[in-house]
C-alpha cells in the first residue's frame, strides 16, 4: 500500500499527542502530561518557527509522523534539520512509513538549503538505529546532555 506524505494541520494535533504519549511510554517507559502535550504539539503549528510535523498516511488514515526543528550551525553557516517525535503505530511498522517520511524531510531541507539531518535514538532502540543506518545515517561521535528547566515526565 503506497504511503504518502502531507505537512500536519490543527485536525491532527490529537494524533500527533497520541503518538507521542504512545512513544514516550514504549521507549524510556515515561508517561507525558496529555495538556501539556497538546499544548506542545499546537505551539509548532501556531508558530512555524518551531518548526513542523509531517504526517504519513495509508489509504487516507494517518499511520504515523514526525517532528523537524531547526539547529543553526556556526561552523556550516546553515541549518541542521533534527528529526524528532517519530512514531509509526503498530500495524504499520516495517511497511515504509518511516522511509517515506525521511525521504520527504530530506527532500524539503536539501529545498530549504539545510547543512543536515540529526536526530536522537534511544541507546538500546537497536531496531531504529538499523533502520536510520539503512537509511544513509551514521552514528556521530557527540554524546547528549541536557538539564531539564521544567517538571520531568514520570
Not at 510535523?53 to 523537524?68: I, K, N, P, R, S
Not at 531547526?70 to 533534527?82: A, K, L, N, T, V
Not at 529545498?111 to 536526530?119: I, N, P, Q, S, Y
Request: proline share 4%.
Amino acid at each position: 500500500m503506497p504511503v504518502s506524505i502531507r505537512t500536519a494541520s490543527p485536525a491532527d494535533v490529537a494524533d500527533l499527542a497520541a503518538w507521542n504519549a504512545a512513544m514516550a511510554w514504549e521507549t524510556e517507559h515515561k508517561r507525558l502530561d496529555p495538556e501539556r502535550l497538546r499544548r506542545g504539539v499546537g505551539a509548532v503549528l501556531e508558530q512555524p518557527q518551531r518548526g513542523f510535523y509531517l504526517v504519513a498516511e495509508m489509504d487516507g488514515t494517518a499511520v504515523g509522523g514526525l517532528l523537524v526543528t531547526y539547529e543553526w550551525s556556526d561552523w556550516r553557516c546553515g541549518d541542521f534539520w533534527w528529526i524528532q517525535s517519530v512514531y509509526v503505530v503498530p500495524a504499520a511498522r516495517r511497511s515504509g512509513v518511516f522511509r517515506a517520511l525521511h525521504a520527504a524531510v530530506a527532500e524539503r531541507a536539501r529545498d530549504a538549503g539545510a547543512v543536515g539531518l540529526r536526530l536522537y535514538v534511544e541507546t538500546e532502540n537497536a531496531r531504529a538505529q538499523a533502520t536510520y543506518e539503512g537509511l544513509g545515517m551514521q552514528r556521530c561521535h557527540y554524546f547528549m546532555y541536557e538539564a531539564s528547566l521544567v517538571e520531568p515526565a514520570t
